[in-house]
């Protein structure tokens, strides 16, 4: 099968990448790209570990192809802190231990940032609601809801 050539804007850099036309964004990004921070949980669209957003839209990347990549913007975990300054939801999931084993953790963050992005003032009921595709067995999710609601708050007291 003949490779494909994509050219796409990834964390806001260009990026091209040769893929089989079956290969999913999940699988270029964490083979040929190297951005391993998406994770591999499912396959199938249900735990949201591979999380990214595609031209500001939340998606699974192992439900995108990769050739649907060619000439969009995405962002993935990899994006979100600015050099060695953590964006402030990854701050907050570490003060709040809202993170155990690390495999959901880069999807819920990445998820976060688009609902606050979307709703600077969300309720706990929205911020369980956009964070419900993606699935944590291990902390529960009341130290990251309360992560993510902290940061809303914060973020909007700094905008001040």
Known sequence: ???????????????????????????????????????????????????VTLDGRLVCACLVLAVEAEGHEIQTIEGMATGDHLHPLQQKFLEMAALQCGICTPGVLVAAKSLLERNPDPSETEV??????????????????????????????AAR
């Open 128 to 157: 369980r609601y956009w964070l419900a595709g993606n699935l944590c067995r291990c902390t529960g999710y009341d130290k990251i809801v309360r992560a993510v609601m902290e940061t809303a708050a914060d973020m909007r007291e």
């Open 1 to 51: 099968m003949a490779k494909t050539h994509v050219s796409t804007t990834i964390n806001g850099d260009p990026r091209e990448f040769l893929c089989d036309p079956a290969d999913s964004l999940l699988d270029v990004l964490r083979g040929p790209l190297g951005l391993t921070g998406a994770k591999e949980g499912c396959g199938s669209g249900d735990c949201g570990a591979c999380s």
